[in-house]
């Protein structure tokens, strides 16, 4: 009944920029926390960046300085902005958002189905 769906991914050369976006759809009361992880190539999902309700933000070391996540609640969609992009940064970009459905319900964690970000050297 929730569903998250990412846009933005693609390929672009060292340097340059990409802007990830995760809208969440359906049944929704609210959404606490939105984060971004990535997974790259025969490694495991790593953490990117979290953003709370209130706008507190939270970057993985790699990428301080370099990517942005912010959120327009109005919308329930957060954004990546991703510049100065390496080929480090390679690998499958997806969304997470923590969502309440209903006023007195619990909160539950759900995920994108995730984007592919490439970056060539």
């Known amino acids: 009944q929730v569903q998250l769906v990412e846009s933005g991914g693609g390929l672009v050369q060292a340097g340059g920029s990409l802007r990830l976006s995760c809208t969440a759809s359906?049944?929704?009361?609210?959404?606490?926390?939105m984060g971004w992880y990535r997974q790259a190539p025969g490694k495991q999902r790593e953490l990117v960046a979290t953003?709370?309700?209130?706008?507190?933000?939270n970057y993985a070391d790699s990428v301080k300085g370099r990517f942005t996540i912010s959120r327009d609640n109005a919308k329930n969609t957060s954004y990546l902005q991703m510049n100065s992009l390496t080929p480090e940064d390679t690998g499958v970009f997806f969304c997470?958002?923590?969502?309440?459905?209903?006023?007195?319900?619990?909160?539950?964690?759900?995920w994108g189905q995730g984007t592919q970000v490439t970056v060539s050297s």
């Open positions: 359906g049944r929704i009361f609210s959404i606490n926390g």
């Open positions: 953003i709370t309700n209130d706008g507190r933000t």
């Open positions: 997470n958002a923590v969502i309440r459905q209903i006023r007195w319900g619990y909160d539950n964690a759900y």
